[in-house]
């Protein structure tokens, strides 16, 4: 049975029949593959291409570029349901659809938007973004790429760490289109390179990640990388402010993620407490294993409600700041569903200590959460700056 939706306050019929859909997905293909994935350390890029089928890549864009012109709400239950069954599959999803998709399509001209955003709406294409570097993640200003102008091109040189999509399952092609931050004499610009630009390649999949094992990571570098200069984003030196911006729908989004682990584990542990006996007793009986349950019952409800409301929120035309509540949720995220999949495995005894019983591959991706995006030190930085102005 499904929880009470205190959350989603009135979800409208279409977000309803969304969240059916993406469960149904999420029930029959995404769940099937999840723990071998994990295991083979690979994304599953046919299934990827199903989630193009299902209009689910470009899902906040106009129609007419191949989007579902939905909204932040829809996002956000997405998210949450793909992240209940393979949190790793879902990071490739947000990589794809909100570090480079939203971001090409909030940044980019009209000319650029008609053509790249159909192709990587339908899952033909696959898009990333590069922001961190081998010598810089969180000082994200003390990048070292930069960008020299010279006549109709770009010299592009330097190098990204940490690159989710970054490279194909044969470890060396890169995906088709990285939207990559450097400087221009000290000022951050953006540019979308393309897997054939000369001077762009992969430099190494990152292996034996602790968690995230069905999303690929790759450090890409970028030497002397010859660019066109219709693949600036806006005008040079103003990506600064496209980064933050895209980043507050990043982290909403991670935080969705957290949220969808955090679901499925109490679920495990919800049912294994009933099933498992112990002293001749189901394992809910004893009140050490009801704090657990409790606890995490009522945490998942109010991140639900925290999440939610704020994603309600969201104007779609980006003209609000929303970064307080954005760093602020997923810092909660992060670590209640940390909290709530250590609890489970911790319900579940031995067993879920194992792959085969889903909550320890949950708790090895739900770490990513608390350092990809955002680190929890950067997000208490960033939220106690923000907070002056209530002092
Ligand atoms: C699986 C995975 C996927 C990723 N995908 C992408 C991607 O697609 N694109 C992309 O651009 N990046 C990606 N990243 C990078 C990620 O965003 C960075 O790892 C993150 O921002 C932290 O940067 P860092 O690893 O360089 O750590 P650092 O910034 O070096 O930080 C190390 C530690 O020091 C702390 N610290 C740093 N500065 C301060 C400070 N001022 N005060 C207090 N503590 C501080 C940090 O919080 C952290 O605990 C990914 C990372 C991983 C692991």
Same mark, same amino acid.
């Given at each position: 049975?499904?929880?009470?939706?205190? +959350?989603?306050?009135?979800?409208?019929?279409?977000?309803?029949?969304?969240?059916?859909?993406?469960?149904?997905? &999420?029930?029959?293909?995404?769940?099937?593959?999840?723990?071998?994935?994990?295991?083979?350390?690979?994304?599953?890029?046919?299934?990827?291409?199903?989630?193009?089928?299902?209009?689910?890549?470009?899902?906040?864009?106009?129609?007419?570029?191949?989007?579902?012109?939905?909204?932040?709400?829809?996002?956000?239950?997405?998210?949450?349901?793909?992240?209940?069954?393979?949190?790793?599959?879902?990071?490739?999803?947000?990589?794809?659809?909100?570090?480079?998709?939203?971001?090409?399509?909030?940044?980019?001209?009209?000319?650029?938007?008609?053509?790249?955003?159909?192709?990587?709406?339908?899952?033909?294409?696959?898009?990333?973004?590069?922001?961190?570097?081998?010598?810089?993640?969180?000082?994200?200003?003390?990048?070292?790429?930069?960008?020299?102008?010279?006549?109709?091109?770009?010299?592009?040189?330097?190098?990204?760490?940490? =690159?989710?999509?970054?490279?194909?399952?044969?470890?060396?092609?890169?995906?088709?289109?990285?939207?990559?931050?450097?400087?221009?004499?000290?000022?951050?610009? +953006?540019?979308?390179?393309?897997?054939?630009?000369?001077?762009?390649?992969?430099?190494?999949?990152?292996?034996?990640?602790?968690?995230?094992?069905?999303?690929?990571?790759?450090?890409?570098?970028?030497?002397?990388?010859?660019?066109?200069?219709?693949?600036?984003?806006?005008?040079?030196?103003?990506?600064?402010?496209?980064?933050?911006?895209?980043?507050?729908?990043?982290?909403? &989004?991670?935080?969705?993620?957290?949220?969808?682990?955090?679901?499925?584990?109490?679920?495990?542990?919800?049912?294994?407490?009933?099933?498992?006996?112990?002293?001749?007793?189901?394992?809910?009986?004893?009140?050490?294993?009801?704090?657990?349950?409790?606890? +995490?019952? &009522?945490?998942?409800?109010?991140?639900?409600?925290?999440?939610?409301?704020?994603?309600?929120?969201?104007?779609?035309?980006?003209?609000?700041?929303?970064?307080?509540?954005?760093?602020?949720?997923?810092?909660?995220?992060?670590?209640?569903?940390?909290?709530?999949?250590?609890?489970? =495995?911790?319900?579940?005894?031995?067993?879920?200590?194992?792959?085969?019983?889903?909550?320890?591959?949950?708790?090895?991706? +739900?770490?990513?959460?608390?350092?990809?995006?955002?680190?929890?030190?950067?997000?208490?930085?960033?939220?106690?700056?923000?907070?002056?102005?209530?002092?």
């Amino acid at each position: 049975m499904e929880f009470k939706d205190f +959350s989603l306050f009135d979800p409208t019929p279409e977000h309803k029949a969304l969240r059916a859909m993406v469960c149904e997905f &999420a029930q029959k293909e995404l769940e099937p593959q999840a723990l071998e994935y994990d295991q083979k350390e690979q994304f599953n890029q046919k299934l990827f291409q199903r989630l193009g089928n299902l209009g689910l890549l470009g899902l906040m864009l106009e129609e007419n570029l191949g989007g579902s012109k939905m909204d932040a709400t829809a996002m956000i239950a997405v998210h949450e349901e793909l992240s209940f069954s393979d949190p790793g599959f879902c990071l490739t999803y947000l990589a794809h659809s909100v570090l480079c998709v939203y971001n090409i399509y909030r940044n980019a001209n009209e000319e650029q938007k008609k053509l790249w955003l159909p192709a990587l709406c339908s899952g033909d294409t696959l898009g990333a973004m590069a922001m961190s570097e081998p010598n810089c993640g969180t000082d994200v200003l003390a990048m070292e790429s930069t960008a020299v102008r010279n006549k109709d091109h770009y010299i592009l040189n330097g190098r990204k760490m940490w =690159i989710t999509n970054g490279c194909l399952n044969d470890n060396k092609t890169p995906c088709d289109f990285v939207l990559v931050y450097v400087k221009i004499q000290n000022q951050i610009s +953006s540019f979308v390179v393309e897997k054939s630009f000369p001077g762009f390649f992969v430099g190494q999949k990152i292996k034996d990640k602790l968690g995230m094992r069905a999303s690929n990571t790759a450090e890409l570098v970028f030497d002397n990388c010859i660019i066109p200069k219709t693949h600036l984003l806006g005008r040079e030196g103003e990506a600064l402010k496209h980064m933050m911006k895209n980043l507050e729908v990043e982290r909403l &989004a991670l935080a969705a993620m957290s949220l969808g682990i955090a679901k499925r584990c109490f679920k495990e542990m919800n049912k294994y407490s009933l099933q498992r006996k112990s002293f001749n007793k189901s394992l809910r009986s004893f009140g050490q294993i009801q704090k657990y349950l409790a606890q +995490s019952y &009522a945490e998942y409800q109010s991140l639900r409600s925290y999440i939610y409301n704020l994603a309600r929120q969201i104007k779609e035309d980006g003209s609000e700041n929303y970064r307080l509540d954005c760093d602020a949720v997923k810092l909660l995220a992060g670590k209640l569903a940390k909290d709530i999949a250590d609890r489970a =495995i911790q319900v579940l005894g031995g067993y879920g200590y194992v792959g085969e019983y889903k909550v320890e591959r949950l708790w090895r991706d +739900s770490k990513l959460l608390e350092i990809g995006g955002g680190t929890n030190e950067a997000l208490e930085k960033n939220i106690t700056k923000d907070l002056e102005k209530w002092v």
